[in-house]
């Protein structure tokens, strides 16, 4: 079966950058579409970030401007680096992908899910 891992989650003062990781095993990511999801608790899993292998991006707009998705195929392996973290940017965060090029929003798109990684942001 597919695998997703995240790693790279951390506790980082507000304003101080991270970069997440997902690295896949079982298959390749070519032509997939990847995302990465967040989850606070009591709160609903988000979408953060997209991206398909047209070079197509796509982002939250609470994370646009700060956050950068991107992908190295050889690896396997799809990155989100953050930048300017915020309190409101703590959460457990999620990568996800499904066969396809058109980058939904919405969780119930993604079949193949990682463990997650949890990102906490200190004011």
């Known amino acids: 079966q597919v695998q997703l891992v995240e790693s790279g989650g951390g506790l980082v003062q507000a304003g101080g950058s991270l970069r997440l990781s997902c690295a896949a095993s079982?298959?390749?990511?070519?032509?997939?579409?990847m995302g990465w999801f967040r989850q606070a608790p009591g709160k609903e899993r988000e979408f953060v970030a997209g991206?398909?292998?047209?070079?197509?991006?796509s982002y939250a707009d609470s994370v646009k401007g700060r956050f950068t998705i991107s992908r190295d195929n050889a690896k396997n392996a799809v990155f989100l680096q953050m930048n300017s973290l915020k309190p409101d940017d703590t959460a457990l965060y999620y990568c996800?992908?499904?066969?396809?090029?058109?980058?939904?929003?919405?969780?119930?798109?993604?079949?193949?899910w990682g463990q997650g990684t949890q990102v906490t942001v200190s004011s």
């Open positions: 996800a992908a499904r066969q396809g090029s058109i980058i939904y929003v919405h969780r119930d798109w993604y079949n193949y």
């Open positions: 079982g298959r390749t990511f070519s032509n997939y579409v």
């Open positions: 991206l398909n292998w047209n070079g197509d991006t």
